[in-house]
């Protein structure tokens, strides 16, 4: 009787044991919710470009693990991003910033490393990223020229490369269920490559290339 005493109350030690340590290194998944607004732009030298203001919304799922220095996240984002572009005008050869608006859907895996606990993190990762081509937000401006070319017209270069593969990073600051995040994505493919398999009867023989470049401002609110 005795012996089976003792054997009761290992059992219970090691269940004891085995819950406080599950519970002090307890696995914490997170559902969020994410809106913002964005700042975009294309780093090239075939065209003279100035960033524009767009807006993002998406989701993510957290793993945060107490005991280590670091959480993970899977991310997906879907944005409207606009663009300026010079051109001329026709009739006057009058230069003005013709607006192109991209659509984007973007799936990411970060890394957010804990600089203080889980409240001021740095977070980079790869991103994989579908889009639109660069449409026209005013059909009034077919028919200008791109600058610098003789023969490229502002309709010409919408048919932009569809799938780019981006860098991610950025820092985060939050209390609880609520974070905000500011983060840098630049395109590590070539954004205007698609246009290089057109035939513009251009005057010169330059290739196009442009990165993506694109600042976020979001608020998370986590579940």
């Known amino acids: 009787m005795k012996k089976t005493k003792h054997l009761v109350l290992v059992a219970i030690c090691m269940a004891f044991v085995t819950i406080s340590h599950a519970q002090r290194y307890a696995i914490k998944n997170g559902i ?5 607004i964005t700042q975009f732009d294309i780093v090239t030298d075939n065209f003279n470009t100035q960033s524009n203001s767009g807006f993002l919304g998406g989701m993510s799922a957290s793993v945060d693990l107490p005991h280590k220095w670091y959480e993970v996240s899977y991310n997906i984002q879907l944005s409207e991003n606009n663009i300026d572009i010079l051109a001329e005008t026709p009739a006057t050869s009058r230069e003005e910033y ?10 990411s895996f970060l890394f957010h490393v804990k600089l203080i606990k889980d409240n001021f993190t740095l977070d980079l990762g790869p991103m994989l990223q579908y889009n639109s081509e660069l449409e026209l937000k005013n059909d009034s401006k077919e028919g200008y020229l791109i600058t610098n070319y003789d023969n490229l017209f502002t309709e010409d270069i919408s048919g932009i490369s569809r799938f780019n593969v981006n860098g991610a ?16 994505i630049y395109g590590f493919t070539n954004i205007l490559g698609k246009l290089n398999d057109n035939d513009f009867n251009l005057n010169n023989a330059d290739r196009f290339e442009g ?8 608020a998370i609110l986590t579940f």
């Open 169 to 184: 990073v950025g820092l985060s600051a939050g209390i609880n269920a609520f974070q905000l995040r500011a983060q840098y």
């Open 32 to 36: 969020g919710l994410q809106g913002g």
């Open 98 to 107: 013709v607006e192109y608006k991209m659509m984007a859907a973007q799936l």
């Open 211 to 218: 990165n993506q470049s694109l600042l976020v401002l979001s």
